[in-house]
């Protein structure tokens, strides 16, 4: 897995900015894996852990999160 370029990044960002969630990450997997194999054919569980192995080489393993309660609209903060 090759890391994308900042400008690639933002390439991919602007590019995959009105897609769906999972147009968008094979979009990232394209920019990763691209020449290799197309990964539209791997299976959701290979898909997911290749996405998240690059979302961890380029932002660290930690996740921090924010999201608010749908019944109270409390703010929800929380890290993995």
Same mark, same amino acid.
Not at 49 to 75: H, I, M, N, Q, T
């Given at each position: 897995m090759r890391l994308p370029?900042?400008?690639?990044?933002?390439?991919?960002w602007d590019v995959g900015y009105d897609r769906d969630p999972v147009d968008r990450g094979l979009l990232m997997l394209e920019a990763a894996v691209g020449g290799e194999s197309d990964p539209a054919d791997f299976s959701i569980g290979a898909r997911d852990r290749l996405l998240l192995e690059l979302r961890s080489r380029l932002?660290? /393993?930690?996740v921090d999160a924010v999201e608010s309660c /749908?019944?109270?609209?409390a703010l929800l903060e929380f890290d993995f």
């Amino acid at each position: 897995m090759r890391l994308p370029s900042t400008a690639a990044l933002i390439e991919l960002w602007d590019v995959g900015y009105d897609r769906d969630p999972v147009d968008r990450g094979l979009l990232m997997l394209e920019a990763a894996v691209g020449g290799e194999s197309d990964p539209a054919d791997f299976s959701i569980g290979a898909r997911d852990r290749l996405l998240l192995e690059l979302r961890s080489r380029l932002f660290g /393993p930690r996740v921090d999160a924010v999201e608010s309660c /749908p019944a109270c609209a409390a703010l929800l903060e929380f890290d993995f």
